[in-house]
């Protein structure tokens, strides 16, 4: 089990504000086994997920950032169930997701898809186009001639050309081959895509080209993205709301433009600091806060707020009182002291 991590409900929620939460996700914890050492013992537990909770409204981007190794493609891959939680829930549309059987599952995996970072080692080099993208239909029971048909017409709708369906992988580029792993996590019909680092592998041209597709799929199919980035400005570009995450768990959450016009943890601002601005006189004037060292060890958390040790702005309680999360400038931030 993990300790708290709100002062109070999630509030400022598309469950609170009114209609249902399309994803509503609480408390939710990975623990992954301690490796082994030479003598055979175990060590501690890494606590890759520590508690992590947010609503995602239909229609929504929330996008999760984060240093190396927070927890973000863990998160992920549990909203999917490609990982089985420790503990905590994850409900879809009514239904969570973390307790339903294998069998149960299936409409799920219709409902919610994932994209990945590295388009070419994520897709199959021995199969085509075809087989690819058709193949969560065949899983869901279409006929093959319907599957094909349906994988052409996906080709189509994310900017290649159908008469390239029998091609492999090997034959596109990296930006060509995301928009093959993006037509293929389409093919069901899904409401909500978690894309973890969709765009990170790519160059910076193609980047751009396959950010744009994705907005304009979310627009023209209603969707809903969970977006995992490090890169601030491309979350900056698609998200609606952002959440901030520090060794396995939301820091700061909130309406993007809250957050990037006026970081409250201390955490997101060092972060946002290190964000080239477009306008060199403001680059020149701008502070850059340093971060000194690397994040501990999801193995052995710091105690207290397990950010303290980095921390500018560390006083004596946090080295032993963990903040939890509390609305603070409109959004929700784990710290004792938020703002300037
Ligand atoms: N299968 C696993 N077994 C043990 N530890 C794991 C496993 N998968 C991930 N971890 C650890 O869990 C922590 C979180 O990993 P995760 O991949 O979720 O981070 P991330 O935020 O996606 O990082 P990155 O930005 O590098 O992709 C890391 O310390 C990682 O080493
Ligand atoms: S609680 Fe203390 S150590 Fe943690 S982020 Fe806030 S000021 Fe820094
Ligand atoms: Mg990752």
Redesign the pocket.
Known sequence: MTTPTHAAPPAGSPAEAGPAALLSVRDLAMA?PGRRSATGRRGAP?R??DGVSFDLAAGETLGLV??????????GRMLVRLLEPTSGSVVFDGRDVTRLSQRALRPLRRDVQMVFQDPHSSLNPRQTVSRIISDPLLVQGWSAADARRRAAELMELVGLIPEHIDRYPHEFSGGQAQRIGIARSLATGPRLIVAD?PVSALDVSVQAQIVNLMERLREELGLSYVF?A?DLSVVKRVSDRVAV?YLGRIVEIGAKRDLYDAPQHPYTRALLSAVPLPDPAAERRRERIVLLGDPP??AAPPPGCSFHPRCPKAQEVCRTERPLLRIAASREVACHFPGD
């Open positions: 992954f890494v890759a997920v984060g240093e190396s190794g927070c927890g973000k493609s863990t998160t680092e995992i490090h995450m060890s999801p």
